[in-house]
């Protein structure tokens, strides 16, 4: 799996817009990239995924450059909930291993 | 049921002590998880059932000891643990260990787990 960089922590104002930035430069052409966040003392929880397409749901959208070695994730609302520390993961498609290693992530806090 | 749940919240263990710790889904996903997470940390797997057969382990201590009976149920059974191994278990399920569906992994609440 491609190792990722995150800053470790970051502000947000509620009601603007969070952009998570992540860095991925020597992700794999079949490595996808995932999101988790974790609110504190409970378990991760999975935000949004995607391969080489900007992809959105209804939590958030995921812009991945053209070269897919970075990629931000946009919380467009931001509100007190979402703090939390925010995991960015690449990993190979594969159904023969491999399962999901966290790194660092980045903390968010939104301020009122 | 769209959960994983944990039980217990939180266990308390003295060193010679033997408890095990408990995961369920019912969500039909064939690939369940422990994690291990020390405070300020992140993360970190431990082992990996696919199939109801063990798949990965971390170089894991013999003192953990895992178990899946049935696709549905996960255990970490713990013996003679020492100080250092209190943290926050996780558990988590998927739908087998490629990335299918969407929905990526659930994760349980965890077991806060206090070893004296």
């Known amino acids: 799996d491609a190792k990722t960089t995150q800053p470790t922590s970051m502000d947000c104002a509620e009601g603007r817009a969070a952009n998570l930035p992540c860095n991925h430069s020597t992700i794999s052409g079949n490595e996808y990239v995932y999101w988790y966040r974790q609110i504190h003392s409970q378990g991760p929880q999975y935000i949004i995924h995607g391969l080489k397409n900007n992809e959105t749901n209804e939590m958030a959208s995921l812009i991945i450059t053209e070269d897919r070695k970075s990629s931000t994730l946009i919380l467009p609302h931001a509100t007190l909930r979402d703090t939390a520390v925010y995991y960015c993961?690449?990993?190979?498609?594969?159904?023969?291993?491999?399962?999901?290693?966290f790194g660092k992530g980045t903390s968010l806090l939104v301020t009122p | 049921d769209t959960e994983v749940t944990q039980t217990p919240k939180h266990l308390v263990m003295g060193m010679t002590n033997k408890k095990s710790l408990k995961c369920e889904q019912h969500m039909g996903h064939r690939a369940m998880y422990w994690y291990k997470q020390k405070a300020k940390k992140p993360p970190e797997l431990m082992f990996v059932y696919s199939y109801e057969k063990l798949s990965i382990n971390e170089s894991v201590p013999s003192r953990f000891s895992p178990e899946c009976p049935n696709s549905s149920l996960l255990n970490l059974h713990l013996h003679a643990l020492q100080p250092e191994d209190s943290a926050l278990y996780l558990c988590?399920?998927?739908?087998?260990?490629?990335?299918?569906?969407?929905?990526?992994?659930?994760f349980g609440s965890g077991t806060r787990l206090t070893v004296v």
């Open positions: 993961i690449v990993r190979a498609y594969s159904n023969s291993g491999y399962a999901l290693n």
């Open positions: 988590a399920s998927s739908q087998d260990m490629g990335l299918t569906g969407s929905s990526g992994y659930t």
